[in-house]
């Protein structure tokens, strides 16, 4: 009887403790990398580019700043830049994710913004109709090398101006391409495909050749089947495991300690962008931010701290159920010392 109750409380304790390693791993995934701080950066430099006029090169560091750290004043500040820079129709979509991206997060003043650029923009873009007369089966269409769904034939599809390459092409016919310019925002331009020739028949693709059902199941079963990995037992191992898991909970909550003073830091901090006690949360930019990164290390603090508190706790229930030896002293002793680089155990069984 005693060795089928330790048996199903092991079974309850591997379920715990494969848990609580899915959350470490989840916090880990939002603990603040090094694409953050290069996102920030990349924002910083934008807008001194900005600042100079040169907006060919502030642009593209908008948009890698976007895209290491997703953000809407980041896809805000994208879109202007894409306005100033004359790529009306970039810059509308963009202000059309931004205002999407608002709405998603709740902020209210962010998407008015967005929307009310976004709509001054509509009127005046340049719009590039594709005609497709009698599409060939299989026939594709690119602009710019981008492939255009067949739902965007006949429709005047926002653009830049400047000039614009589309192709067609189709399986058994020739391929066919022309460049057409746009001169000016507002203009109305269409590019008509004609039907696509045959293509002589020597230049058709060789087939190619099937693969034989006993090379793909001899490749499918040359593999050597992996042996089962064994693992030792004993109750000096669950008493090893049990200090390890201990002390992962430990270092959990010194981690979830430290972002959680972190946060309060954060937020202290922002105040100071703040209008003050009459308008706590009417902040700048650099108070959003400041308020932002708060929250985010208040939520990681909050996962460090329960996962450390679980690991913890299955760490001694390990520990002090582990089978006591037959030889020396039945008393069991554990001391788990948190260091800079994890964790050492120390005891005594």
């Known amino acids: 009887m005693r060795r089928h109750m330790r048996s199903g409380l092991r079974v309850l304790l591997a379920a715990g403790i494969t848990a609580s390693v899915a959350a470490g791993a989840d916090a880990a995934a939002q603990t603040p990398s090094n694409s953050t701080v290069t996102a920030e950066a990349l924002f910083e430099e934008a807008r001194s580019l900005v600042a100079a006029g040169k907006f060919a090169e502030a642009c593209p560091k908008f948009a890698d700043s976007e895209r290491l750290g997703p953000s809407v004043a980041t896809l805000l500040n994208l879109a202007n830049c894409w306005e100033k820079a004359g790529h009306s129709a970039t810059a509308w979509a963009t202000y059309r994710e931004a205002a999407s991206a608002a709405n998603a997060a709740g902020r209210k003043d962010y998407l008015a913004t967005a929307q009310r650029r976004a709509d001054g923009l509509a009127s005046k873009l340049a719009?590039?109709?594709?005609?497709?007369?009698?599409?060939?089966?299989?026939?594709?269409?690119?602009?710019?090398?981008i492939p255009v769904d067949s739902a965007?034939?006949?429709?005047?599809?926002?653009?830049?101006?400047?000039?614009?390459?589309?192709?067609?092409?189709?399986?058994?016919r020739k391929s066919w391409s022309i460049t057409v310019d746009v001169a000016q925002d507002g203009a109305q331009s269409t590019v008509g495909i004609p039907p696509l020739e045959e293509a002589p028949a020597d230049a058709a693709p060789a087939p190619t050749a099937p693969v034989a059902p006993e090379a793909a199941s001899s490749a499918a079963t040359s593999a050597p089947p992996s042996e089962p990995v064994t693992a030792s037992s004993g109750g000096g191992t669950q008493r090893v495991v049990g200090a390890i898991v201990a002390g992962v909970g430990v270092v959990g909550l010194g981690v979830g300690g430290i972002f959680a003073l972190g946060a309060k830091s954060k937020y202290n901090d922002s105040?100071?962008?703040?209008e003050g006690p009459a308008n706590p949360d009417l902040c700048s930019a650099a108070g959003i931010s400041q308020r932002d990164d708060a929250r985010s290390a208040g939520n990681v603090a909050t996962v460090f701290v329960g996962v450390g508190a679980a690991a913890l706790v299955a760490g001694g229930i390990i520990f002090f159920t582990a089978p006591r030896s037959t030889s020396g002293s039945s008393a069991a002793t554990l001391q788990v010392i948190p260091t800079l680089g994890g964790v050492v155990a120390r005891g005594a069984w």
């Open 152 to 172: 965007e034939w006949n429709l005047g599809i926002p653009v830049d101006t400047g000039p614009h390459t589309v192709d067609a092409s189709a399986p058994g």
């Open 271 to 274: 105040l100071k962008n703040c």
């Open 127 to 145: 719009r590039l109709t594709i005609t497709v007369a009698q599409p060939a089966p299989g026939q594709q269409v690119k602009r710019d090398g």
